[in-house]
T-cell receptor, first 110, second 116 residues
Framework: RKEVEQDPGPFNVPEGATVAFNCTYS??????FFWYRQDCRKEPKLLMS???SGNEDGRFTAQLNRASQYISLLIRDSKLSDSATYLC???????????FGRGTSLIVHP | GAVVSQHPSRVICKSGTSVKIECRSL??????MFWYRQFPKQSLMLMAT?????????EQGVEKDKFLINHASLTLSTLTVTSAHPEDSSFYIC????????????FGPGTRLTVL
C-alpha cells in the first residue's frame, strides 16, 4: 500500500458545484496533514492545514479521520479558478518529513 | 512573507555537464530545506532533506554523489546535478521550513532542467 494515496481524477464539475476529495495514508503515526494546490508547471502552494478538529477557510473545508486514516477536502461553490491539482501531504510517522500524494486533478467548467 | 526563490528557473544543458540550482529563503531563516523532483503527471518525490551546517539526508534510491547538496547558510541551499543525463530532465523544486515551525513548507518556483 502506498504511503499516501489519492484518486488522480480528473474531477470534472460545473461552476457552483460542491466537490470532495479524499486521501488515505498508511502510517498511523503521522502527525501533520496538509492540502496543497498545484497549477500546471508551477510550484505547490499551501491551501490549508488539516487538524483533528477540522479546518474551514471560506469555501474550503478539510477534515481528518484518524480512525480510518484519511483526510478530505471539500470545495463548495466551485469557481473556474479552482481548476488545479490538489496534493495531499502527510508527514511520516515520528518526523515532519513530508510525503506527497500523486494529486487529484480538478477541472471546473462554465 | 515566507518567500522562497530558485535560480535558474529554466536550464538546458548538454549531457555530461553539471548544473547548479540555488534555493534561497528571502525573508526568513530556514533551518531545513527540502529538494524534490517532479516528472510530468507524477507527484513530487522527495530527494533529500538539507539542514544548515550538516550533511544532507538522502532518500533511498537517490545518489548522493550525483545530486550534491550544500546548505551553507540559513538562507541558501544548492543542488548540483553532476554529469547530467537526459533521464535527469525534470522539474526540481525546493522548499523551506521556518525555523521552529518544522511542518509547514514554502516552495520555490521550481527549476525546469532539460538535458540534451
Amino acid at each position: 500500500r502506498k504511503e499516501v494515496e489519492q484518486d488522480p481524477g480528473p474531477f470534472n464539475v460545473p461552476e457552483g458545484a460542491t466537490v470532495a476529495f479524499n486521501c488515505t495514508y498508511s502510517n498511523s503515526a503521522s502527525q501533520s496533514f496538509f492540502w496543497y494546490r498545484q497549477d500546471c508547471r508551477k510550484e505547490p502552494k499551501l491551501l490549508m492545514s488539516v487538524y483533528s478538529s477540522g479546518n474551514e477557510d471560506g469555501r474550503f473545508t478539510a477534515q481528518l479521520n484518524r480512525a480510518s486514516q484519511y483526510i478530505s477536502l471539500l470545495i463548495r461553490d466551485s469557481k473556474l479558478s479552482d481548476s488545479a491539482t490538489y496534493l495531499c501531504v502527510v508527514s511520516r510517522g515520528g518526523s515532519y518529513i513530508p510525503t506527497f500524494g500523486r494529486g487529484t486533478s480538478l477541472i471546473v467548467h462554465p | 512573507g515566507a518567500v522562497v526563490s530558485q535560480h535558474p528557473s529554466r536550464v538546458i544543458c548538454k549531457s555530461g555537464t553539471s548544473v547548479k540550482i540555488e534555493c534561497r529563503s528571502l525573508d526568513f531563516q530556514a533551518t531545513t530545506m527540502f529538494w524534490y523532483r517532479q516528472f510530468p503527471k507524477q507527484s513530487l518525490m522527495l530527494m533529500a532533506t538539507s539542514n544548515e551546517g550538516s550533511k544532507a539526508t538522502y532518500e533511498q534510491g537517490v545518489e548522493k554523489d550525483k545530486f550534491l547538496i550544500n546548505h551553507a547558510s540559513l538562507t541558501l541551499s544548492t543542488l548540483t546535478v553532476t554529469s547530467a543525463h537526459p533521464e535527469d530532465s525534470s522539474f526540481y523544486i525546493c522548499s523551506a521550513t521556518l525555523a521552529g515551525i518544522t511542518d509547514t513548507q514554502y516552495f520555490g518556483p521550481g527549476t525546469r532542467l532539460t538535458v540534451l
